[in-house]
């Protein structure tokens, strides 16, 4: 199992300096449009979800799922105050399960695959909730995890049925988007 971001960590990434380097409407915006159901597994204090409930509207829904209590309540507060908390569904998971059971049309996974316990089953869960045209993206922090280990991690999104379709350049990450097939 990869080593789990402390919450008291997240604030090092989570910030405003953050969003000058990586804005989540450009990086999103070729996947998600108005009125979308999108999880963002990992989601961490929201730097991306709160992002992604403006992208999807009033209409939308972000499925945001963490395992560590701390980070879903500061993604509540932060939800409330961008007045988009009624779109967010916030919920705890545990590690060796998302417990999601809904179809999506967009999922991401952002800095977060390379910290679950067992990376197969995690983007099996993902790939489950995928509606047929759904597209998926993971990005993995360059800093942790070299160019073999994000190629393991395709390797084994391939082998539960998710196929590479592209591959987006993100500041300091890995990434690609897959999609079922
Ligand atoms: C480095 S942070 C990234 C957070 C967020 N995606 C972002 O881009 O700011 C990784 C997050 O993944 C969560 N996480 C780690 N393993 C997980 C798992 N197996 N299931 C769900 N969340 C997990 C951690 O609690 C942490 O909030």
Known sequence: MGHVCPWWHAFAFDNQLRRLFLKPERI?????????TVLDAGCGMGFNAIALARMVGPEGRVIAVDLQPKMLDVLGARARRARVLDRIDARRCEADS???????????AFWVVHEAPDIP??????GFCLKPTAKFMIAEPKAHVSADDFGDTLAAA??????????PRIRFS????????
């Open 121 to 126: 089953r995690f983007l099996a869960e993902i």
């Open 174 to 181: 890995r990434a690609a988007v897959l999609q079922r097939g």
């Open 98 to 108: 998302l417990d999601v059971t809904e179809k999506v049309d967009f999922a991401v």
């Open 28 to 36: 999103f915006s070729p996947h998600v449009d108005p009125g979308m």
């Open 158 to 167: 391939d082998r539960v049925g998710m196929r590479l379709h592209s591959q």
